[in-house]
């Protein structure tokens, strides 16, 4: 069964400063993780998402991830905070198949507030 | 790149009545879809998988004759809330997954309010 963790419900950061959220896996299996974006009342928005492939990887709007299997980790950073990065934000995971029965697990969320 | 369309986006229905949600791979076919449910400042909870053609798989706990699903088609999944109650009222929203860059990309969500 896989499962991930986010560490934090709610996390706040000033403007300009460095954003990290953080999420661990556990799967029995190579993971596909992802980080989703949710703003009020709005579907989920993909940030970024590892592949099997770089272990770095870059998103959009500034956001980046490091795959680290030896942490089972897949921590989100982001080096300067904007307003507008105040959202939901959950990892998720799954596995590598393509089979009926693959999907997407969710962390718990982790609600990012942004100090003027 | 992939947009799942869904509707409606909100709706406010009586109690005792059926209410049915729809989903849509507008550019790329899913033969996966998904249905989530979302309480307020909660994440996303895995109702049911839909593959095309077949039954739905229902997640433990969630009852299939209260939430029919239906995946008739490449493109269209939908989702029905059976005689819906004040509790059923949440947020609901779909996925589906693309197998070509395989990723999974959501719908905008619906906000079913039952009264």
């Known amino acids: 069964a896989q499962s991930v963790t986010q560490l934090g419900s709610h996390v706040s950061v000033s403007e300009g400063a460095l954003v990290l959220l953080r999420c661990n896996y556990s799967s029995s299996v190579p993971p596909y993780l992802f980080w989703y974006v949710q703003y009020p009342n709005q579907g989920l928005q993909l940030l970024l998402k590892?592949?099997?492939?770089?272990?770095l990887v870059k998103g959009i709007n500034g956001f980046e991830a490091e795959f680290k299997k030896s942490e089972t980790s897949f921590h989100l950073t982001k080096p300067s905070a904007h307003m507008s990065d105040a959202a939901e934000y959950f990892c998720a995971v799954s596995d590598q198949g393509y089979s009926s029965a693959s999907k997407i697990i969710f962390g718990s969320g982790t609600r990012l507030s942004i100090r003027p | 790149g992939a947009v799942v369309s869904q509707h409606p986006s909100w709706v406010i229905c009586k109690s005792g009545t059926s209410v049915k949600i729809e989903c849509r791979s507008l550019d790329f076919q899913a033969t996966t879809m998904f249905w989530y449910r979302q309480f307020p400042k909660q994440s996303l909870m895995l109702m049911a998988t839909?593959?095309?053609?077949?039954?739905?798989?229902?997640e433990q706990g969630v009852e299939k004759d209260k939430f029919l699903i239906n995946h008739a088609s490449l493109t269209l999944s939908t989702l029905t809330v059976t005689s819906a109650h004040p509790e059923d009222s949440s947020f609901y929203i779909c996925?589906?997954?693309?197998?070509?860059?395989?990723?999974?990309?959501f719908g905008s969500g619906t906000r079913l309010t039952v009264v």
């Open positions: 839909s593959n095309e053609g077949s039954k739905a798989t229902y």
């Open positions: 590892y592949t099997s492939a770089a272990t």
């Open positions: 996925s589906a997954r693309d197998i070509q860059i395989y990723g999974y990309t």
